[in-house]
């Protein structure tokens, strides 16, 4: 006798950012979830739910490496992250960006100041960042193939609104 698996939507979590572990399953609850367990694990917390539906949500989910394959985004997400595309950089960069003192030294002097770097490989995700972040009006500039950097004043202040401090 074979049973039909049901798909799992499971997301790790450092125990460094409780208020990260909380809002994931706040948002599994929001989106679909009628249950959602926690498991922990060494340094962190898988939460995850069961539906048969999440596939339907997340259709960029996928065998293989995220860059070795299309994250495109369907008819209906889109509008979805043009009215939210705050909510969008936070996830973005919450999971594969960081928020660092960036230390530079011009002509003898010494300069610390504010950066925000996004990584990813997939360059479909990274072309889905810089689209939320113009929506925003938020310079960027890419610095490597893979790494997007938003340094200038402005943008940092604007991306710190939206984004804010893993908690």
């Given at each position: 006798m074979?049973t039909a698996?049901?798909?799992?939507?499971?997301i790790?979590c450092?125990d460094?950012?409780?208020g990260?572990?909380?809002?994931?399953?706040?948002?599994?609850?929001?989106?679909?979830?009628s249950?959602v367990?926690?498991?922990?694990?060494?340094g962190?917390?898988?939460?995850?739910?069961?539906g048969?539906?999440?596939?339907?949500?997340?259709p960029?989910?996928?065998?293989?490496?995220?860059?070795d394959r299309?994250?495109?985004l369907?008819?209906?997400?889109?509008p979805?992250?043009?009215?939210h595309?705050?909510?969008?950089?936070?996830?973005?960069f919450h999971?594969d960006?960081?928020?660092v003192?960036?230390r530079v030294?011009v002509?003898g002097k010494?300069?610390?100041?504010?950066r925000y770097?996004?990584v990813?490989?997939s360059t479909d995700i990274?072309?889905l960042?810089q689209?939320?972040?113009?929506l925003l009006?938020?310079?960027?500039?890419m610095?490597?193939?893979?790494s997007?950097?938003?340094a200038?004043?402005?943008a940092?202040?604007a991306l710190?609104?939206?984004?804010?401090p893993?908690?």
């Amino acid at each position: 006798m074979t049973t039909a698996r049901v798909p799992v939507l499971r997301i790790y979590c450092s125990d460094a950012w409780p208020g990260l572990i909380e809002a994931c399953d706040l948002a599994m609850r929001a989106a679909l979830a009628s249950k959602v367990q926690r498991v922990q694990k060494q340094g962190c917390v898988g939460v995850q739910s069961y539906g048969v539906h999440w596939p339907c949500l997340l259709p960029q989910h996928g065998p293989g490496k995220k860059h070795d394959r299309p994250i495109v985004l369907t008819d209906w997400q889109r509008p979805i992250l043009q009215s939210h595309p705050g909510d969008f950089l936070r996830g973005l960069f919450h999971s594969d960006g960081c928020r660092v003192a960036n230390r530079v030294t011009v002509r003898g002097k010494a300069y610390v100041y504010p950066r925000y770097l996004f990584v990813n490989e997939s360059t479909d995700i990274m072309q889905l960042c810089q689209w939320g972040l113009d929506l925003l009006g938020i310079d960027w500039r890419m610095n490597r193939r893979n790494s997007l950097s938003v340094a200038r004043r402005g943008a940092v202040a604007a991306l710190d609104r939206h984004v804010g401090p893993k908690s």
